[in-house]
């Protein structure tokens, strides 16, 4: 199990910790969700378990190596007018996987057949034609045919309608199924993590201050509505 204890970490140049004294472990069946409000360190924290910068203070355990990880960082650039397949040619030539030419179907199934005709449909639409949910949706779908030890999904759901934001955690809680992969995922989204197998943790000013299933989140909080449960956890 991939897990942390006591890390803090300071910005060089910062007065204060952005990170203080942080334990947490991430479950593998499980996607493992990191909510926090703007600023609460949940970017912080990614860039040092990926090493993006040097660990500082406290234990890391069973973090992989750098090859076995898949960090999709926010906001990536990608040229407008590349089509949907010449991003999957890149993220299969980078993962060294064989990619076929014509149609997305010879070679990817997702193993749900409206979202391979989304696939399809996508495969052949420029980048910049894509709504934002679909060109997330792509993104997302892509990256997790790749095959790594672990996962970390910068707020893959900010930004998009609630149908797309459940297909994208749908399509990250598919990943648990495999053994051996740890998916972790920033939201500012909670309400649709009722429909997948999630462990949640709540960041606040670089704290954990919740870590637990949803259901438990909303039964600390004695609320059946996660943004309300939200607000309490951070205002207390
Ligand atoms: N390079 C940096 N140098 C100094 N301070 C930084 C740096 N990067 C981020 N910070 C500060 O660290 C804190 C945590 O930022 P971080 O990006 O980790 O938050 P976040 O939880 O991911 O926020 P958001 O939800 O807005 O993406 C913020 O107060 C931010 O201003």
Not at 8 to 35: G, H, T, W
Request: hydrophobic residues 35%; proline residues 3%; positive net charge.
């Amino acid at each position: 199990m991939i897990s942390m204890k006591g890390i803090n970490y300071r910005y060089p140049k910062s007065k204060n910790n952005v990170l203080k004294d942080i334990s947490m472990s991430f479950d593998e069946d499980k996607v493992n969700v990191i909510a926090g409000l703007n600023g609460a360190g949940k970017t912080t924290l990614f860039d040092l378990i990926t090493g993006v910068y040097p660990k500082q203070a406290g234990e890391f355990h069973n973090i992989p190596t750098m090859d076995e990880i898949l960090y999709q960082i926010q906001g990536a650039f990608l040229s407008l007018m590349i089509l949907g397949k010449d991003y999957a040619r890149l993220v299969y030539k980078i993962s060294g996987k064989k990619f076929k030419k014509g149609s997305p179907s010879s070679f990817i199934d997702l193993g749900d057949q409206r979202e391979n005709e989304l696939l399809e449909k996508l495969w052949w639409r420029e980048i910049g034609q894509m709504s934002v949910g679909e060109r997330r949706w792509l993104y997302v779908t892509l990256l997790s045919q790749l095959d790594r030890k672990m996962y970390l999904f910068d707020e893959p759901t900010s930004a998009i309608d609630p149908s797309s934001r459940l297909k994208i955690c749908k399509r990250l809680e598919r990943l648990t199924k495999e053994p051996g992969k740890t998916v972790i995922m920033s939201s500012h989204h909670l309400h649709e993590l009722e429909f997948i197998a999630c462990k949640l943790f709540v960041m606040n000013n670089g704290r954990i201050t919740f870590q637990g299933s949803y259901h438990e989140f909303l039964a600390t909080y004695d609320t059946t509505n996660p943004d309300i449960a939200f607000d309490h956890c951070i205002n207390l």
